[in-house]
């Protein structure tokens, strides 16, 4: 219901844009974030906005990705307008490279279920795909092309969700620990904070990777495994791509700033957050041999980041049984991005209209059967 009091745990970009939909649809929203607002995997993301590439699984997962996507385009002008902040949305597309016999067999199948979709999406020779980026290594059998896909600042669209919020009534409160639930039975009631207790109709745990510790309050393990991820930025001009240029685990994306975000890694390393040398120079050796120029480009930033691991590498959304009044927005792995739009009008559905039914494939309670 409107008027609902709703705490969200987490800062992110998932708690952010919950803030966002709920304050939007008239609940009275405290976010509580331990640090800065993203200062965890969200201010480190490539900020892909690309619903075809991120392996989601078929059926539902797929189906939300696709949804968010469209969404997330769909209120990126009065997000924009409200919050004052330029996203950077750029639309360049994905070209995912082929350069070994089982890549190609893998970009092909994906050829198959994705080429229905609509979505332009399609297969490139080696020389249409040299064509496409000439600056591309050598060795390129082929290319799968995918058109309409997209990247932004994620650093700015997780500042843009929080400043509407608070534009629209939120109350951000940043450098504020949640250190545990308040219950009563089975009732979630609020949160503990070190300047005391604050009462909630809804709890929301938007707390990324670190959802377990927050599990641990209800004597729960959640699901939920930090996979760390490591990305640098590069200087180059001009800039030898001009689309996003993807093979196995690396990509570069050109960012509107210039600036060629590489990445990446996937370590499950529990809660290291920094960067290694074994981590970045193997990003720079995939960069390079798929686009030599990168070479010489000037050397940025170096990130990593805990991206929140799930099993079926899906979100988990909705509530946790036997508990009321608790509300889980968690687990979104590599595509918290793009999930962030879908998640927060769900939990907002959920929390002030009574209807969690789009939840349900995302609930926690796939995971005991
Ligand atoms: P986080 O951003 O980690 O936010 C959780 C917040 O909760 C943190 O700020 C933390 O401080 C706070 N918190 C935790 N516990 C507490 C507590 N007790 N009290 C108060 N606050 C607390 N996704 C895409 O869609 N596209 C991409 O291109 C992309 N690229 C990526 C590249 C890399 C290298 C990485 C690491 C991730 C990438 N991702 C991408 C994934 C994306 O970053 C994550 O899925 C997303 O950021 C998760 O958001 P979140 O809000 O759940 O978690
Ligand atoms: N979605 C890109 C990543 O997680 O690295």
Known sequence: MPGERVIVIGGGVIGCSIAYHLAGAGATVTLVERGKVGSGASDVAAGMVAALSENLALGEPLNLALHSRAMLLDILPSLQAESGIDVEYRSPGILHVAVTDDEERELRSRLEWQEPLGMGVRWLTAQEAYRTEPALGEGVRGALSSPNEGHLNSRRLVRAYAQAAAKRGADILQDTEVMGLTLQGSRVTGVKLAAGEMEADWVVMASGAWATRCGEWLGLQL???????????ARILPSPISSIVWRGITYLVPKADGAIVIGTTREW??????????GVSGILAGAIELVPAVADAELGHVWAGLRPGSPDD??????????DGLLLAVGHYRSGILLSAATGKLITDCITRGDGTAMLPFALSRFSS
Not at 225 to 233: D, F, T
Not at 269 to 278: C, N
Not at 314 to 323: K, S
């Open 269 to 278: 390393v529990g809660f290291k957050e920094s960067a290694t040398l074994r």
């Open 223 to 233: 699901p939920v495994q930090p996979v760390r991820g490591q990305i640098v930025s």
């Open 314 to 323: 899906a979100p988990m959304l909705g509530p946790i049984d036997g508990w």
